[in-house]
C-alpha cells in the first residue's frame, strides 16, 4: 500500500497530485478584465524583478517618488509593479522600504483621487520577507486611514514554471516529478529557509507559532472549480483581523475563479491584502496569458552594439547548467568577476574595471557574459550571507554600468533576482518602463525603459530558478534573431 501523498518525500508522478480533481471551471480572462473595469488599481511591490514575468505591456516603477507614482497611476493599465528589492535587504531595511512606498503611493493616489488595493509579490518557491512584509504594509493601511485589511490572501502559484498548490500543498515541477517546495533546494535557502510544504503549516512555521495552521482559511480547487466565483467570495468574505486563507491553483482559470471572487468580495467591503506568486498578477489584472514576443517585435527594441550583454549573479544548480548549454551553443565571451577580489577591498575595484573593459571590448563581436565566480560564499549567519550577496551584486552592476557608459549592448540581460534589481535600479538607471513582454512562454520579461542611460536597451528579467537548461541559450536565440 503507498503512502498517501502529504506522507511521501522526494518527487512524485505528476499525474498521482492531479488525477481526481475537479474538472477545470473555464474563465475567459475578458471576463476579468470587464468585472474589475474602473475599479481600484492593482499595486504590485515587487520584491524582486521577476513579477512582471507573466504580464504584457504593464508599467514598472524602480523609484516611489510620489511624482513616479502618479505617472504609473495614469497610465492605462489595470495594475502597475513597484519594485521594492526587498528580498535583498535586512528584515529592518525591507520593512522601512515597504513604509515608504505605501506612504508615497497613498499621497500620489490621494493627488490623482484614486484608490488601490496593495499585492506583496514574493517567489513562487516561498523565500522572502513573508510575514514581514504583509504586517507591515496592514500596519501603515491602517495609521493611513485606508483601513485594516479583513485578510491576507497567500496564493504562491506561478503556473509556468510548475509551482502549483493542490490540497493546500505547494509543489514545485522537476524532471522526475512534483516535489514538495519544503525539499527543494530553495527551502535551503541562508537566509528564507523553511521545512513545510503545506501552506498553513508554512503560515505557522514562518509566524514563529503567531498564526497556528488549524486557523488559516484554507481555498482549495473544489471551492474553486466545484463552488466557483459567488462560493469562493462567500469564504472570503468570512475573513476578519487579518485572518490568512491560502488559495490552491494549478491553472489560470482557477486564478481567474479566483480574481472573480475577490472582485465580489471587495466590491462587498472587504479589505483584503494579497502575498502571491506572479501568476496571480495576470489573472487579477484580466490579462490572459501571451505568446512570447517574435523577432519582428524584438528588432526595433535592440540598442547600438552589434551584440549584447549577460550578467550572471544567481547561484542556483539549473542557472549553472543553463549556462553551460549556453557555452555550447558559442557566440560569447565570458569574463568572471571572482568573488574573493570582490570580497577585498585593495582589488575589488581594478578587477571589476578590467572585466568591464574587456566585456566592453568584446561587444562588436560577442554575446559579452559577465559572471560571479560559482562558488557560492556564505557569512557567519543569514544577515552576513545577505550582505555578502549585496557586495557581490553591487560589484557585477558597477561592471554593467560601465560597460554601457563605454557601450551600449544591444540588449542587456540579467540572471537572478537582486541581480536582475540592481542591474535595473543602479547598473542602467531604469526609473520607468513597460514590461512588454516575455522572450519564453510565461518566463523571461522584457523591459523597455522610458528614459535615461538605458533608453533604448531593451533590458531582459531572467529569474535565476527558471526554464530548462537550454532557457538561456534559447533566450539569446531570439534576441540574436535578424
Sequence with gaps: MSLPLHAQTGPVPEAAVLDGLPPVRVVNAAEVAERIAGGRRLVVLDDDPTGTQTVADVPVLTSWTVEDLRWALRQDSAVFFVLTNTRSLSPEDAAARNREVVRALHQAAEAEDTGYVLASRGDSTLRGHFPLETDVLAQELTELGAGAPDGVVLVPAYIEAGRLTVGSRHWMRTAEGL????????????????????????????????????????????????????????????????????????????????????????????????????????????????????????????????????????????????????RERGGIAEYELDVALLLDEEWRDAHVAEVAAAAAGALDTADAVIRTSRVLVTGADADDSLAISRRVSAALVQAVRQVNATRRPAFVVAKGGITSSDTATHGLQIRRAWARGTLLPGIVSLWEPVDGPAAGVPYIVFAGNVGGPDALADALDLLRSD
Excluded at 207 to 233: F, K, N, Q, S, Y
Design 179 to 326: 516535489l514538495p517546495v519544503g525539499e527543494s533546494e530553495f527551502a535551503r535557502d541562508a537566509t528564507f529557509g523553511y521545512r513545510s510544504s503545506s501552506l498553513p503549516e508554512w503560515v505557522e512555521e514562518k509566524t514563529d507559532g503567531r498564526v497556528a495552521a488549524g486557523e488559516v482559511l484554507r481555498i482549495t480547487l473544489d471551492d474553486l472549480r466545484g463552488g466557483g466565483p459567488a462560493h469562493t467570495a462567500r469564504m472570503l468574505s468570512s475573513l476578519h483581523g487579518g485572518r490568512t486563507a491560502v488559495v490552491d491553483a494549478v491553472c489560470d482559470d482557477d486564478l481567474r475563479v479566483l480574481a472573480l471572487a475577490l472582485a465580489e468580495a471587495e466590491a462587498k467591503g472587504r479589505r483584503l491584502l494579497y502575498r502571491v506568486g506572479p501568476s496571480f498578477v495576470r489573472a487579477r489584472a484580466g490579462q490572459a496569458g501571451r505568446e512570447p514576443l517574435t523577432p519582428a517585435e524584438l528588432r526595433p527594441l535592440r540598442g547600438d552594439a552589434p551584440h549584447g550583454l549577460i550578467a550572471v549573479g544567481s547561484h542556483v544548480s539549473l542557472t549553472t547548467r543553463q549556462l553551460d548549454r549556453l
